[in-house]
């Protein structure tokens, strides 16, 4: 799941969740796939994640990093609001 959020590929990151993968399911650095998906601007895979019940954005990898953070470090300032307006804090 983590890496169809990191490449953008909303089909199969839709038919993966279809099959039962869990959105939280973080992976070796805990980086979920919102954390993936908000490094390399992937606002159609967040929204996908933010439909989810109980989805939460605010996830610390092992670097002490969120979602918001990795979207701020990268320049992804539709991502950034679109966390913001979900929620999301930056650590």
């Known amino acids: 799941l983590c890496s169809t959020a990191a490449l953008g590929d909303h089909v199969q990151f839709s038919r ?8 939280s399911s973080p992976d070796y ?5 919102a954390h993936l998906a908000a490094s390399n601007g992937h ?4 929204t996908i994640i933010a439909s989810l019940p109980n989805t939460s954005f605010n996830d610390v990898d092992r670097f002490e990093g969120t979602p918001l953070a990795d ?6 300032v539709d991502v950034q609001a679109f966390l913001k307006k979900h929620g999301a804090n930056v650590g």
């Open 29 to 33: 650095d805990l980086r979920t796939a």
């Open 71 to 76: 979207a701020i470090a990268h320049g992804h």
């Open 16 to 23: 993966l969740l279809a099959c039962g993968a869990e959105v």
């Open 43 to 46: 606002l159609h895979i967040l």
